[in-house]
């Protein structure tokens, strides 16, 4: 990772192939919310387009935020990246990542959005989503697209297939959290290779 110098990063791949199309997630490996009210539906579907096919992990539930978090990830400087698909949405068709999650009313998010084709960084305390950068980016419905993040102390670098559209310093959330996803509203949204890293110090 650029940002973490003199460091090694250990990342971690998932896909969901192994899980049966019609199985509903969280289990023991996640947890699942909404920030707000609302419900999350967070289910394994099958999609041939996807880039890890055949399947998806897809959210279709209501809510104002609907996220979901790995479970056992503790990282404070690293990186979260995902493959999403804005299917769907009247309201909203968001994907998004989240990093130093404490709870549900309690972290970072960044979004793409296709109705409005921007990239967006947010932070949320008690339970309300602050902005701190909107920025114009083409997010087409209806394709795959690759949304990262790697943060290092007061750093944030927020990418959308591999073009950084956010850089800038924020000190709102600090130390360990967890790593997951999230939507809004009525977004229909697929999600695949969901994929995190940890900063770790050279052994010399």
Known sequence: MALIPEM??????L???HLAPGAV???LAWEAGVTGGGNARWEIRRDESAPSAPNVLQQSGIGDFPWIVRRGTLIEDGFVEVKFKAMAGKKDQAAGVVWRWKNGDKYYVAR????????????TENGRRNTLRYVDAPVPANTWHTLRVEFSGRRVVVMLNGK????LEDGHI????RVGMWTKADSVTAFDD???GYAKPVRK
């Open 8 to 13: 090694n990063a250990y990342a971690e791949a």
């Open 15 to 17: 896909g969901f192939d």
């Open 25 to 27: 997630v969280p289990g």
């Open 112 to 123: 793409a959005n296709a109705l409005e084709n921007n990239v967006s960084l947010y932070y």
């Open 164 to 167: 950084t559209y956010i850089d």
């Open 174 to 177: 600090g130390g360990v959290g």
């Open 194 to 196: 969901f994929t995190y």
